[in-house]
């Protein structure tokens, strides 16, 4: 089945060490995104590629970067995790130019400590 | 600017009782809605979605969702809940032609025996 899948789905880091989250998908889209969710709260958009073209939100911190070396594969990068953030993590993908559906991954856990 | 309100943070009910989750959004374009389901630390899975047509749309586990251009609202329903039910519920909206969904806070939906 296409997908998109994230690893690790829990995640665990030191305050300050660096931490690379992962997404991978097969469904073959040009858009991916990632976003952040705090607990109880809706999830948040930092930043998307269309293609290779990558488009940050106004408001995401620099300490969070992105990768996207191909089609199939995004990555999260925190450079210095502070405590605040510690979030669930969600990758998705969409067609564009088709009906703007999402469709998610089913997230990192992040914790740190 | 797109919103999307969700009055209601948690809404209690009994198995096998009837819910509405209520949705409104607000926009100057016109745009595409969507109901997400988020079960406990797992990513978020689509719903329904009203694109354009019909306005009562039908989803997945016996969800349908109501389109009210005048009242801008997106209310989801469902005639008779199951424990399986217990999620959170997202309501979003994005303008069409573009790529980034607007989410609502979120209702947390309890169905107890």
């Known amino acids: 089945d296409a997908m998109v899948i994230q690893n690790p789905r829990y995640q665990v880091t030191q305050f300050g060490k660096p931490v690379t989250l992962s997404c991978s998908q097969t469904?073959?889209?040009?858009?991916m995104y990632w976003y952040q969710q705090k607990s109880s709260q809706a999830p948040k958009l930092l930043f998307h590629?269309?293609?290779?073209?990558?488009?940050n939100e106004a408001d995401t911190p620099d300490n969070f970067q992105s990768r996207r070396p191909n089609t199939s594969f995004c990555f999260l990068d925190i450079r210095s995790p502070g405590l605040g953030d510690a979030a669930m993590y969600l990758c998705?993908?969409?067609?564009?130019?088709?009906?703007?559906?999402?469709?998610f991954g089913p997230g990192t856990r992040l914790t740190v400590l | 600017a797109q919103s999307v309100t969700q009055l209601d943070s948690q809404v209690p009910v009994f198995e096998e009782a009837p819910v509405e989750l209520r949705c409104n959004y607000s926009?100057?374009?016109?745009?595409?809605l969507f109901w997400y389901v988020q079960y406990p630390n797992q990513g978020l899975q689509l719903l329904l979605k009203?694109?354009?047509?019909?306005?009562l749309v039908k989803g997945i586990n016996g969800f349908e969702a109501e389109f009210n251009k005048s009242q801008t609202s997106f209310h989801l329903r469902k005639p008779s809940v199951h424990i399986s039910d217990t999620a959170e519920y997202f309501c979003a909206v994005t303008p069409q032609g573009f790529q980034k969904l607007v989410f609502g806070t979120g209702t947390r939906l309890l169905v107890s025996p």
């Open positions: 009203y694109l354009s047509g019909s306005t």
């Open positions: 998705a993908t969409s067609l564009a130019g088709g009906l703007n559906e999402q469709f």
């Open positions: 469904l073959n889209h040009n858009v």
């Open positions: 590629y269309y293609d290779k073209d990558f488009n």
């Open positions: 926009s100057s374009v016109s745009v595409y």
